[in-house]
């Protein structure tokens, strides 16, 4: 499927959720997919964008609120996330998100 077919059938929501969750993983995918796929219903998909080497910063961001600790989790342990957030990340309600939060910044767990 090519990067015009797969658009279009996220735009119609007609991708299942096994392809989404492969983009979402696929090391070849484009930014602008991968923001699409940051706003899916489903949490897995989202986890696995927060997951992804090459999401954006302002993904991540966004991504830092979401309403599942998994995702939230997954934000705290990237790499690019801003310290900004880690920092806010720090006070989250869920263990898991705090602790990855504070290893991300070097403090003690």
């Known amino acids: 499927m090519t990067i015009k077919e797969i658009e279009i059938q996220l735009a119609l929501g007609?991708?299942?959720?096994?392809m989404k969750r492969d983009l979402?993983?696929?090391?070849?995918?484009?930014e602008?997919?991968?923001?699409?796929l940051a706003e899916d219903?489903?949490?897995?998909?989202?986890?696995?964008?927060?997951?992804h080497p090459n999401v954006p910063v302002d993904i991540l961001i966004m991504l830092s609120t979401d309403a599942r600790h998994e995702t939230r989790s997954r934000v705290a342990g990237a790499s690019k996330t801003p310290t900004i957030i880690l920092l806010k990340m720090i006070h989250d309600?869920?263990?898991d998100v705090r602790c990855n939060a504070k290893f991300a910044l070097g403090m003690e767990i």
């Open 93 to 95: 309600k869920d263990v």
């Open 24 to 30: 979402a993983c696929a090391p070849d995918t484009p």
């Open 32 to 36: 602008h997919i991968l923001t699409t």
């Open 41 to 51: 219903d489903y949490w897995n998909i989202r986890y696995h964008v927060a997951k």
């Open 14 to 18: 007609s991708l299942s959720l096994d």
